[in-house]
Protein backbone atom coordinates (compact mmCIF):
# COMPACT_ATOMS: atom_id res chain seq x y z
CA UNK A 1 0.00 0.00 0.00
CA UNK A 2 1.47 3.65 -0.86
CA UNK A 3 0.92 6.72 0.71
CA UNK A 4 -1.61 7.93 -1.72
CA UNK A 5 -3.79 5.24 -0.72
CA UNK A 6 -3.47 5.57 2.96
CA UNK A 7 -4.59 9.10 2.82
CA UNK A 8 -7.42 8.08 0.89
CA UNK A 9 -7.89 5.72 3.49
CA UNK A 10 -7.58 7.65 6.54
CA UNK A 11 -9.54 10.48 4.88
CA UNK A 12 -12.64 7.38 4.11
CA UNK A 13 -12.24 6.15 7.87
CA UNK A 14 -12.31 10.09 9.14
CA UNK A 15 -15.46 10.72 7.40
CA UNK A 16 -17.23 7.23 8.25
CA UNK A 17 -16.10 8.24 11.88
CA UNK A 18 -18.01 12.11 11.33
CA UNK A 19 -21.30 9.79 10.47
CA UNK A 20 -20.34 7.65 12.66
CA UNK A 21 -20.15 9.93 15.68
CA UNK A 22 -22.95 12.15 14.70
CA UNK A 23 -25.43 8.76 14.55
CA UNK A 24 -23.86 8.19 18.30
CA UNK A 25 -25.34 11.42 19.44
CA UNK A 26 -28.42 11.67 17.78
CA UNK A 27 -29.49 7.60 19.52
CA UNK A 28 -27.65 9.02 22.91
CA UNK A 29 -29.98 12.44 22.86
CA UNK A 30 -33.44 10.15 22.22
CA UNK A 31 -32.64 7.81 24.69
CA UNK A 32 -31.62 11.11 27.42
CA UNK A 33 -35.61 12.42 26.08
CA UNK A 34 -36.66 8.45 27.06
CA UNK A 35 -39.17 10.38 30.07
CA UNK A 36 -40.21 12.93 27.73
CA UNK A 37 -40.69 10.55 24.64
CA UNK A 38 -42.80 8.80 26.49
CA UNK A 39 -44.64 11.04 28.28
CA UNK A 40 -45.94 12.68 25.83
CA UNK A 41 -46.64 9.55 23.92
CA UNK A 42 -48.77 8.02 26.47
CA UNK A 43 -50.35 10.79 26.87
CA UNK A 44 -51.75 11.57 22.96
CA UNK A 45 -52.84 7.79 22.93
CA UNK A 46 -56.34 9.04 24.57
CA UNK A 47 -56.48 11.01 21.41
CA UNK A 48 -54.91 8.97 19.25
CA UNK A 49 -58.12 6.57 17.92
CA UNK A 50 -60.13 9.44 17.20
CA UNK A 51 -57.52 11.85 15.72
CA UNK A 52 -56.82 8.74 13.64
CA UNK A 53 -60.27 8.03 12.72
CA UNK A 54 -61.30 11.74 12.48
CA UNK A 55 -58.40 12.37 9.84
CA UNK A 56 -57.22 8.97 8.12
CA UNK A 57 -54.75 8.88 5.58
CA UNK A 58 -55.79 9.17 1.96
CA UNK A 59 -55.00 4.99 1.45
CA UNK A 60 -58.18 4.90 3.72
CA UNK A 61 -60.61 6.32 1.60
CA UNK A 62 -62.08 3.06 0.33
CA UNK A 63 -62.92 2.68 4.03
CA UNK A 64 -64.37 5.61 4.64
CA UNK A 65 -66.18 5.61 1.50
CA UNK A 66 -68.04 2.54 2.84
CA UNK A 67 -68.91 3.57 5.72
CA UNK A 68 -70.65 7.10 3.87
CA UNK A 69 -72.21 4.26 1.57
CA UNK A 70 -73.79 2.11 4.31
CA UNK A 71 -74.74 5.77 6.49
CA UNK A 72 -76.78 6.70 3.30
CA UNK A 73 -77.99 3.77 2.36
CA UNK A 74 -80.09 4.02 5.68
CA UNK A 75 -81.75 6.96 3.92
CA UNK A 76 -81.67 5.52 0.19
CA UNK A 77 -85.31 6.86 -0.48
CA UNK A 78 -84.21 10.65 0.04
CA UNK A 79 -80.73 10.31 -1.87
CA UNK A 80 -80.84 11.45 -5.49
CA UNK A 81 -77.62 12.37 -5.90
CA UNK A 82 -73.85 11.71 -4.50
CA UNK A 83 -71.01 12.85 -6.29
CA UNK A 84 -67.39 12.39 -5.09
CA UNK A 85 -64.68 14.20 -6.53
CA UNK A 86 -62.40 17.56 -6.96
CA UNK A 87 -59.36 16.46 -5.36
CA UNK A 88 -57.39 19.12 -3.42
CA UNK A 89 -54.06 18.52 -2.36
CA UNK A 90 -53.18 21.29 0.42
CA UNK A 91 -49.64 20.99 2.38
CA UNK A 92 -50.33 18.71 4.74
CA UNK A 93 -53.92 17.37 3.74
CA UNK A 94 -56.02 16.66 1.28
CA UNK A 95 -59.80 16.69 0.68
CA UNK A 96 -61.55 15.22 -1.27
CA UNK A 97 -65.11 16.76 -2.24
CA UNK A 98 -68.92 15.40 -1.41
CA UNK A 99 -71.80 16.56 -3.15
CA UNK A 100 -75.25 15.05 -2.00
CA UNK A 101 -78.56 15.86 -3.08
CA UNK A 102 -81.50 14.92 -0.91
CA UNK A 103 -85.09 15.56 -0.96
CA UNK A 104 -87.75 14.03 2.02
CA UNK A 105 -89.43 15.84 4.72
CA UNK A 106 -87.63 18.19 6.43
CA UNK A 107 -87.07 16.95 9.53
CA UNK A 108 -85.79 13.72 8.00
CA UNK A 109 -83.35 15.55 5.73
CA UNK A 110 -82.88 17.28 9.51
CA UNK A 111 -81.74 13.89 10.93
CA UNK A 112 -79.87 13.33 7.79
CA UNK A 113 -77.95 15.86 8.50
CA UNK A 114 -77.20 15.05 11.80
CA UNK A 115 -76.15 11.92 11.28
CA UNK A 116 -73.65 13.31 8.91
CA UNK A 117 -72.42 15.97 11.17
CA UNK A 118 -71.73 12.94 13.57
CA UNK A 119 -69.62 11.02 10.59
CA UNK A 120 -66.64 9.81 12.57
CA UNK A 121 -64.72 11.15 9.61
CA UNK A 122 -63.78 14.99 9.42
CA UNK A 123 -66.26 16.54 6.83
CA UNK A 124 -66.30 19.80 6.44
CA UNK A 125 -69.01 21.97 5.39
CA UNK A 126 -69.03 24.40 2.18
CA UNK A 127 -72.46 25.04 1.90
CA UNK A 128 -75.86 23.62 2.75
CA UNK A 129 -78.91 24.85 0.77
CA UNK A 130 -82.26 23.91 1.75
CA UNK A 131 -85.35 24.16 -0.42
CA UNK A 132 -89.01 24.49 1.17
CA UNK A 133 -90.77 23.27 -2.21
CA UNK A 134 -94.21 24.14 -0.68
CA UNK A 135 -95.53 20.38 -0.29
CA UNK A 136 -94.31 17.04 2.31
CA UNK A 137 -91.14 17.06 0.79
CA UNK A 138 -88.21 19.43 1.27
CA UNK A 139 -84.97 19.28 -1.01
CA UNK A 140 -81.38 19.42 0.46
CA UNK A 141 -78.07 19.95 -1.33
CA UNK A 142 -74.89 19.17 1.03
CA UNK A 143 -71.66 20.32 -0.54
CA UNK A 144 -69.03 18.79 1.89
CA UNK A 145 -65.36 17.65 1.60
CA UNK A 146 -63.68 14.97 3.35
CA UNK A 147 -60.47 15.17 4.49
CA UNK A 148 -57.53 13.05 4.82
CA UNK A 149 -53.80 13.20 5.91
CA UNK A 150 -51.68 13.97 2.93
CA UNK A 151 -49.92 10.75 1.09
CA UNK A 152 -46.87 9.48 3.14
CA UNK A 153 -48.71 9.65 6.39
CA UNK A 154 -49.41 6.22 7.48
CA UNK A 155 -53.39 4.57 8.42
CA UNK A 156 -53.54 3.50 11.96
CA UNK A 157 -54.15 -0.31 12.23
CA UNK A 158 -56.77 -0.15 15.19
CA UNK A 159 -55.78 -3.36 17.14
CA UNK B 1 48.29 16.15 25.49
CA UNK B 2 45.56 18.83 24.97
CA UNK B 3 41.98 18.48 24.80
CA UNK B 4 42.02 20.27 20.77
CA UNK B 5 44.17 17.22 19.50
CA UNK B 6 41.60 14.63 21.39
CA UNK B 7 39.26 15.92 19.62
CA UNK B 8 40.53 15.04 16.45
CA UNK B 9 42.10 12.12 17.56
CA UNK B 10 38.51 11.17 18.57
CA UNK B 11 36.69 12.11 15.50
CA UNK B 12 39.15 10.46 13.52
CA UNK B 13 38.74 7.35 15.20
CA UNK B 14 34.97 7.46 15.35
CA UNK B 15 33.54 9.57 12.41
CA UNK B 16 35.10 8.09 9.16
CA UNK B 17 34.85 10.72 6.08
CA UNK B 18 31.45 10.85 4.86
CA UNK B 19 29.68 9.04 7.17
CA UNK B 20 27.33 12.13 7.91
CA UNK B 21 25.94 12.21 4.47
CA UNK B 22 25.74 8.39 5.09
CA UNK B 23 23.82 8.74 7.99
CA UNK B 24 21.68 11.73 5.99
CA UNK B 25 20.95 9.44 2.87
CA UNK B 26 19.42 6.71 5.66
CA UNK B 27 17.57 9.04 7.23
CA UNK B 28 16.20 10.33 3.87
CA UNK B 29 15.18 6.56 3.23
CA UNK B 30 13.75 6.01 6.62
CA UNK B 31 11.52 8.74 6.82
CA UNK B 32 8.76 7.80 4.28
CA UNK B 33 9.34 4.23 5.67
CA UNK B 34 8.55 5.35 9.50
CA UNK B 35 5.58 8.15 7.86
CA UNK B 36 3.76 5.07 6.63
CA UNK B 37 4.29 3.58 9.80
CA UNK B 38 2.70 6.63 11.45
CA UNK B 39 -0.08 6.75 8.39
CA UNK B 40 -0.89 3.13 8.81
CA UNK B 41 -1.08 2.39 12.73
CA UNK B 42 -3.33 6.01 12.34
CA UNK B 43 -5.44 4.25 9.80
CA UNK B 44 -5.63 1.05 12.04
CA UNK B 45 -6.87 3.29 14.81
CA UNK B 46 -9.60 4.90 13.13
CA UNK B 47 -10.84 1.37 12.09
CA UNK B 48 -10.69 0.18 15.95
CA UNK B 49 -12.52 3.33 16.69
CA UNK B 50 -15.20 2.87 14.02
CA UNK B 51 -15.65 -0.56 15.17
CA UNK B 52 -16.15 0.65 18.67
CA UNK B 53 -18.52 3.63 17.54
CA UNK B 54 -20.28 0.73 15.73
CA UNK B 55 -20.87 -1.48 18.73
CA UNK B 56 -21.94 1.67 20.83
CA UNK B 57 -24.08 2.38 17.98
CA UNK B 58 -26.07 -1.07 18.08
CA UNK B 59 -26.64 -0.97 21.57
CA UNK B 60 -28.05 2.73 21.90
CA UNK B 61 -30.31 1.51 18.33
CA UNK B 62 -31.95 -1.37 20.70
CA UNK B 63 -32.72 1.61 23.25
CA UNK B 64 -33.63 3.90 20.95
CA UNK B 65 -35.82 1.95 18.23
CA UNK B 66 -39.08 1.97 20.55
CA UNK B 67 -38.43 5.76 21.54
CA UNK B 68 -37.74 6.69 18.04
CA UNK B 69 -41.10 4.75 16.75
CA UNK B 70 -43.07 6.39 19.67
CA UNK B 71 -41.31 9.76 18.89
CA UNK B 72 -42.54 9.68 15.39
CA UNK B 73 -46.06 8.30 15.94
CA UNK B 74 -46.82 11.49 18.76
CA UNK B 75 -45.16 13.83 15.31
CA UNK B 76 -48.08 11.60 13.67
CA UNK B 77 -50.37 12.24 16.06
CA UNK B 78 -49.60 16.20 16.90
CA UNK B 79 -50.13 16.43 13.21
CA UNK B 80 -53.27 15.15 13.01
CA UNK B 81 -54.56 17.14 16.26
CA UNK B 82 -53.49 20.65 14.72
CA UNK B 83 -54.71 20.10 11.70
CA UNK B 84 -57.93 19.00 13.11
CA UNK B 85 -58.13 22.27 15.24
CA UNK B 86 -56.77 24.66 12.40
CA UNK B 87 -60.07 23.02 10.37
CA UNK B 88 -62.77 22.96 13.00
CA UNK B 89 -64.20 26.57 11.76
CA UNK B 90 -65.78 24.60 9.03
CA UNK B 91 -67.78 22.50 12.05
CA UNK B 92 -70.78 23.63 13.62
CA UNK B 93 -73.90 22.01 14.25
CA UNK B 94 -76.22 22.87 10.81
CA UNK B 95 -79.03 20.75 11.52
CA UNK B 96 -79.54 22.09 14.50
CA UNK B 97 -78.85 25.99 13.40
CA UNK B 98 -81.55 24.68 10.45
CA UNK B 99 -84.15 23.70 12.65
CA UNK B 100 -83.86 26.98 15.02
CA UNK B 101 -83.78 28.93 11.97
CA UNK B 102 -87.44 26.97 10.85
CA UNK B 103 -88.46 27.10 14.03
CA UNK B 104 -87.85 30.82 15.04
CA UNK B 105 -90.14 31.48 11.77
CA UNK B 106 -94.25 32.80 13.03
CA UNK B 107 -96.80 31.17 11.48
CA UNK B 108 -97.27 34.09 8.86
CA UNK B 109 -93.81 33.61 7.48
CA UNK B 110 -93.16 31.00 4.79
CA UNK B 111 -89.37 30.19 4.28
CA UNK B 112 -88.76 29.01 0.94
CA UNK B 113 -84.54 28.49 0.95
CA UNK B 114 -82.32 28.44 3.72
CA UNK B 115 -78.45 28.34 2.42
CA UNK B 116 -75.46 28.32 4.72
CA UNK B 117 -72.12 29.48 2.74
CA UNK B 118 -68.57 28.78 2.66
CA UNK B 119 -68.07 32.48 4.53
CA UNK B 120 -70.27 31.37 7.57
CA UNK B 121 -73.26 33.36 6.40
CA UNK B 122 -76.55 32.03 6.25
CA UNK B 123 -79.08 33.01 3.58
CA UNK B 124 -82.70 32.82 4.31
CA UNK B 125 -85.32 33.60 1.45
CA UNK B 126 -89.11 33.54 2.13
CA UNK B 127 -92.35 35.19 1.45
CA UNK B 128 -94.92 36.35 4.76
CA UNK B 129 -98.00 38.70 4.18
CA UNK B 130 -96.80 41.53 6.07
CA UNK B 131 -93.47 43.67 5.81
CA UNK B 132 -93.83 43.70 9.75
CA UNK B 133 -93.46 39.83 9.69
CA UNK B 134 -90.50 39.61 7.76
CA UNK B 135 -89.15 42.52 9.80
CA UNK B 136 -90.36 41.00 13.10
CA UNK B 137 -88.35 37.55 11.79
CA UNK B 138 -85.12 39.22 10.75
CA UNK B 139 -85.22 40.58 14.86
CA UNK B 140 -85.83 36.82 15.56
CA UNK B 141 -82.74 35.72 14.15
CA UNK B 142 -80.30 38.31 15.18
CA UNK B 143 -81.71 36.90 18.94
CA UNK B 144 -80.66 33.58 18.06
CA UNK B 145 -77.01 32.26 19.84
CA UNK B 146 -75.34 31.09 16.50
CA UNK B 147 -76.12 34.45 14.82
CA UNK B 148 -74.14 37.62 14.48
CA UNK B 149 -74.73 40.28 12.69
CA UNK B 150 -78.07 40.12 10.44
CA UNK B 151 -79.20 41.71 7.55
CA UNK B 152 -82.73 42.18 6.28
CA UNK B 153 -81.26 42.53 2.54
CA UNK B 154 -84.65 42.58 0.55
CA UNK B 155 -87.94 43.05 0.91
CA UNK B 156 -90.43 42.91 -2.23
CA UNK B 157 -94.05 43.31 -2.68
CA UNK B 158 -95.23 40.72 -5.16
CA UNK B 159 -98.21 40.64 -6.99
CA UNK B 160 -100.42 38.30 -5.40
CA UNK B 161 -99.99 41.31 -2.04
CA UNK B 162 -97.45 38.76 -0.37
CA UNK B 163 -94.08 40.17 0.06
CA UNK B 164 -90.79 38.43 -0.59
CA UNK B 165 -87.87 38.83 2.11
CA UNK B 166 -84.26 37.55 2.03
CA UNK B 167 -82.45 37.49 5.10
CA UNK B 168 -78.51 37.38 5.60
CA UNK B 169 -77.08 36.45 8.92
CA UNK B 170 -73.35 35.61 9.87
CA UNK B 171 -73.06 32.52 11.77
CA UNK B 172 -70.46 33.10 14.84
CA UNK B 173 -69.61 30.71 17.83
CA UNK B 174 -69.60 33.37 20.52
CA UNK B 175 -72.40 36.02 20.51
CA UNK B 176 -70.71 38.66 21.17
CA UNK B 177 -67.96 37.94 18.63
CA UNK B 178 -69.55 39.84 15.73
CA UNK B 179 -72.20 42.38 17.92
CA UNK B 180 -72.42 45.42 16.74
Not at chain 1, 1 to 29: F, P, T
Not at chain 2, 23 to 32: C, G, N, S
Amino acid sequence: MNGADLYSEINELLIKRGHLREEQLSLQSTVQDKEEIEKAWSILQVEKESLYTAIPSLDELPLVLGKLESLLDRHSGAVQLIRIGDTYFEDDYVTVGLTLHLADQAHQLQGILQQLEEFPHLALTDQILWFNTGGMESRMELHLRLVFMAPGYPAFVFE
Amino acid sequence: MDLRSLEYKLKDRFIKPGAVKIAFAIMLLLFPLVSLYGLALYAASLDKESIILKESIANLALAAGPLKAKAEETEQIMARAELENKLSSHKAPWSLYLQELQTTAQRNIFIASITFNPDRSVEIKGDSNTMQAAAQYKRDIDNLSFTGRTELTAITMNSDGHYNFQIKALIVTEKEVDRD
